[in-house]
């Protein structure tokens, strides 16, 4: 792959980490090059995940009143 197109990659793997997946999945077994776009961009997705699973934790503690609740509705 020619230079900034791996970055290209990196970044859409940490924005939407199923790519950063395949991306692993797809180049791993490849020439030297490919292989550590492949780590990088597998390495990116994880990060991602964690940074989206963070995101996600704090969007919900606005609406954490109502999660004491929850469970007397049945």
């Known amino acids: 792959?020619?230079?900034w197109i791996q970055y290209l990659v990196y970044i859409s793997s940490f924005f939407?980490?199923?790519i950063g997946?395949?991306?692993f999945w797809v180049f791993s077994g490849r020439d030297e090059e490919l292989s550590a776009i492949g780590k990088w961009s597998v390495l990116a997705a994880f990060i991602g995940v964690v940074?989206?699973?963070i995101i996600a934790g704090f969007g919900m503690?606005?609406?954490r009143f109502l999660w004491p609740g929850m469970g007397m509705w049945r």
């Open 1 to 3: 792959m020619i230079g």
């Open 21 to 23: 997946f395949v991306t």
């Open 51 to 53: 940074v989206w699973c």
């Open 16 to 18: 939407f980490p199923p």
């Open 61 to 63: 503690m606005p609406h």
